[in-house]
């Protein structure tokens, strides 16, 4: 794919995150899209966001990691994208809906701040838990832009891995006290048990998703930085919300986070 329809299918997915519109899927309009082209398409969306918004980039996500969510979105490998200041909200908040998100899921995961840089290839679950600060309890609100979730893997890449905002609970512990695959978290939707997960869920171990992402990430010259939020996947199915919804999750022996629809 030539650069100008990279700009062009970067600007559309900006100003449908900034309409609150719904696209036809990228996959069906170019059906010689490669995951390379979408990544480029990502980062012209990226760009606009920064330069246009003031948004900074403050951490990177993979996602699609776990066969439930594969099996839900009918797409079967993991995708990947960029977290801005502009996503981040508080544990406890309240999440706007109209004027904010357009289709949005609430999936619950693991997420890793780091204490130094790391880049791929060839990192390692060790190298990962050696540059992690500390897990956090989170969640992710997938939000796409591509009409009805209808989305392949080209479509989801190129729509920054349909991240829309992120919640961060206020405990963080050391990884390393912790035997990571068997964290086991649940999932409440307005008060009552929706779901549940093991840390195993994705790729078999949190490690190995965030060594996935970091390599993927390093055949474009995309480092880890130290201080950055890295979003690891979802434990359980994703779970559309609307206002009203009131959503929270336990990790065992970690801690918790909250978050309410507007």
């Not at 544990?91 to 899921?105: E, K, T």
């Not at 780091?114 to 500390?134: C, F, M, N, S, Y």
């Not at 891995?161 to 307005?190: Q, W």
């Amino acid at each position: 794919m030539d650069k100008q329809r990279i700009d062009a299918l970067g600007h559309e997915l900006y100003r449908a995150m900034r309409d609150f519109a719904m696209l036809a899927p990228l996959t069906e309009r170019e059906p010689d899209i490669t995951i390379e082209d979408a990544y480029h398409i990502s980062q012209r969306m990226l760009a606009l966001r920064l330069a246009q918004d003031g948004e900074s980039v403050v951490g990177k996500k993979i996602g699609v990691t776990s066969k439930p969510v594969q099996e839900m979105l009918g797409v079967f490998q993991p995708d990947f994208g960029f977290l801005t200041d502009a996503m981040a909200y508080a544990d406890g908040s309240d999440i706007p809906i109209a004027g904010n998100l357009i289709q949005p899921r609430a999936e619950g995961e693991i997420a890793f701040r780091l204490r130094k840089d790391l880049q791929g290839p060839g990192v390692t679950e060790a190298d990962v838990l050696d540059a992690t600060e500390t897990i956090i309890p989170c969640f992710e609100i997938v939000d796409s832009r591509i009409r009805d979730w209808q989305i392949r893997i080209e479509d989801t890449v190129a729509d920054n891995a349909s991240c829309g905002v992120y919640v961060l609970g206020d405990t963080e512990v050391d990884p390393r006290d912790f035997d990571l695959p068997n964290l086991h978290m649940t999932i409440y939707k307005n008060g009552e048990k929706h779901s549940e997960g093991l840390g195993s869920a994705v790729q078999g171990n949190p490690l190995t998703a965030v060594a996935w992402l970091a390599n993927t990430l390093g055949e474009f010259g995309i480092p880890f930085k130290a201080g950055e939020v890295i979003l690891s996947g979802s434990l359980a199915p994703l779970i559309p919300v609307v206002a009203g919804d009131a959503m929270s999750l336990e990790i065992d022996g970690v801690g918790g986070c909250s978050c309410r629809f507007a």
